[in-house]
T-cell receptor
Framework: DSGVTQTPKHLITATGQRVTLRCSPR?????VYWYQQSLDQGLQFLIQ???????AKGNILERFSAQQFPDLHSELNLSSLELGDSALYFC????????????????FGPGTRLTVL | GESVGLHLPTLSVQEGDNSIINCAYS??????FIWYKQESGKGPQFIID?????DKRQGQRVTVLLNKTVKHLSLQIAATQPGDSAVYFC??????????FGRGTSLIVHP
């Protein structure tokens, strides 16, 4: 158990709908990362939040957005869903101190499997 | 090229054998490398890491080797067990602090 929790575990919805995925980081971790994993794309970085602020952006669609709340949990919002959005969505957390020489290892949650019908 | 799922590179070994999983990375400026294990239906699990100022690091039954000259990383698993069956990802990280993940290798351990 990594200490990172994600809900829900499974989500089935229809095209055009909007869903929210939730992540709670490990105790003490200030940073949250969102990843999408699909069969043909591997593990793709979407976005990072650090202590409530967006820190880095990856291959995140405009239909997707995220935020990190004062208690450090994060939500990933996916809207106008398409069939191609079906994937596993992982959250990871790290201390993210960016101190020179730090490893800042990311620890992953169990994921949310999204199926868009 | 490689892809996740049915088209992943696969390594099949017998229980008790040693396994070597290889990874080529692309960024010569990467300073930190991580190996993750992902079992079916679970999230990636941290196994071992290595900084670029090292060429070898050992953990419990696992060893990571780094060859910066040819930008190659390997994960050695000693006395492989059925519970080691999973997809193994290498990740490299540079100045952006966001790791880039490889496609993964599927390890199948036969009892």
């Amino acid at each position: 158990d990594s200490g990172v929790t994600q809900t829900p575990k499974h989500l089935i919805t229809a095209t055009g709908q909007r869903v929210t995925l939730r992540c709670s980081p490990r105790s003490g971790d200030l940073s949250v990362y969102w990843y999408q994993q699909s069969l043909d794309q591997g593990l793709q970085f979407l976005i990072q939040y650090y202590n409530g602020e967006e820190r880095a952006k990856g291959n995140i669609l405009e239909r997707f957005s995220a935020q990190q709340f004062p208690d450090l949990h994060s939500e990933l919002n996916l809207s106008s869903l398409e069939l191609g959005d079906s994937a596993l969505y992982f959250c990871a957390s790290s201390v993210a101190t960016r101190i020179a020489g730090s490893t800042d290892t990311q620890y992953f949650g169990p994921g949310t499997r999204l199926t868009v019908l | 090229g490689e892809s996740v799922g049915l088209h992943l590179p696969t390594l099949s070994v017998q229980e008790g054998d040693n396994s070597i999983i290889n990874c080529a990375y692309s960024n010569s400026a990467s300073d930190y490398f991580i190996w993750y294990k992902q079992e079916s239906g679970k999230g990636p699990q941290f196994i071992i890491d290595i900084r670029s100022n090292m060429d070898k690091r050992q953990g419990q039954r696992v060893t990571v080797l780094l060859n910066k000259t040819v930008k190659h990383l390997s994960l050695q698993i000693a006395a492989t067990q059925p519970g080691d069956s999973a997809v193994y990802f290498c990740a490299e990280r540079g100045g952006s602090y966001i790791p880039t993940f490889g496609r993964g290798t599927s390890l199948i351990v036969h009892p």
